[in-house]
């Protein structure tokens, strides 16, 4: 089966984040390369696979669900 590639600019729209956010907040620390993004033939463009985007943030938003958020901005799961 065929995942559908995203560009950085399809992915903002997508999840309503901002390109720059995306690039420089998510990437490296929630998007993972050769996860959730690939470099096509070693270059420097990067597609993010839609698939394993939508998979992890539904995980994520039920895994916080149980948690408590702290004021130092960490969570306390309980």
Not at 50 to 57: G, K, L, P, Q, S
């Amino acid at each position: 089966m065929q995942s559908e590639l995203l560009t950085t600019d399809e992915l903002s729209a997508r999840i309503k984040y901002d390109v720059r956010t995306i690039r420089e907040r998510l990437k490296d620390s929630v998007l993972l390369e050769g996860v959730h993004y690939i470099r096509p033939f070693g270059g420097r463009k990067i597609l993010f696979v839609w698939d394993r985007i939508a998979e992890d943030m539904t995980k994520t938003s039920a895994a916080s669900l149980a948690a408590i958020p702290m004021a130092n901005g960490g969570v306390l799961h309980g």
